[in-house]
């Protein structure tokens, strides 16, 4: 089966720019999640879906920070405007059922850089 | 909220050897313990998981301990080869509420030939 998919897989903008990332989750995978990894640490969520609604973005900073899910499959990460700390992995994941189902599938992240 | 505590954050054993990295959690709610495997460049991978209603889980090399009157969990990896150098994580989750998978800082191990 195709893996989750993701674009960018790099990318570099200046402070203050805006940035969008693009993921598509493997096929009839409900839960989808959107995670920043810093250098160094573990994956921390920003936000989890479940099909196109909302079911966690505690962690999100939504200031400057936006996801949406239309139609419950593709789903897109915006950065607007963008700080030098948001440099990072940004990986999307997606499972079958929640998070304590069982496996999240990640997908190859991008990476961002931030200057 | 979930505070999970890894150790160590590296790793460096000979070929043939036993590695285990520690974990510990805050949540006594917490049911559900993963581990990933994420190599250099490359995206996080689950290597094993366990639930609350189970003490220990083995597939081949790999096993992982719970104990959950000290809320910590443990990966073992036996036999360790080279290809099993990467960074590790253990993450811990609870469905008592609206929280998430909350991963550790990682453990990088290194498997020296």
């Known amino acids: 089966e195709a893996g989750v998919a993701q674009s960018p897989r790099y990318k570099i903008i200046e402070k203050r720019q805006s940035v969008a990332f693009w993921c598509n989750p493997i096929s009839g995978h409900a839960t989808l999640y959107w995670y920043q990894q810093i250098l160094g640490q573990g994956p921390k969520l920003l936000i989890q879906f479940q099909n196109n609604g909302v079911v966690d973005d505690s962690q999100l900073p939504k200031d400057r920070f936006s996801a949406e899910r239309l139609k419950g499959v593709d789903s897109t990460l915006k950065i607007q405007p963008a700080k030098l700390e948001d440099s990072a992995v940004y990986l999307c994941?997606?499972?079958?059922?929640?998070?304590?189902?069982?496996?999240?599938?990640f997908g190859p992240g991008t990476r961002l850089t931030v200057t | 909220g979930e505070n999970v505590e890894q150790h160590p954050s590296t790793l460096s054993v000979q070929e043939g050897d036993s590695a285990v990295i520690k974990c510990t959690y805050s949540d006594s709610a917490s049911n559900y313990f993963p581990w990933y495997k994420q190599e250099l460049g490359k995206r996080p991978q689950l290597i094993i998981d366990i639930r609350s209603n189970v003490g220990e889980k083995k597939d081949q090399r790999i096993a992982v301990t719970l104990n959950k009157t000290a809320k910590h969990f443990s990966l073992h990896i036996t036999e360790t080869q080279p290809e099993d150098s990467a960074v590790y994580f253990c993450a811990a989750y609870s469905n008592s509420g609206n929280t998430p998978l909350v991963f550790g800082k990682g453990t990088r191990l290194s498997v020296i030939a």
């Open positions: 994941a997606s499972s079958l059922v929640g998070p304590g189902g069982g496996e999240q599938y």
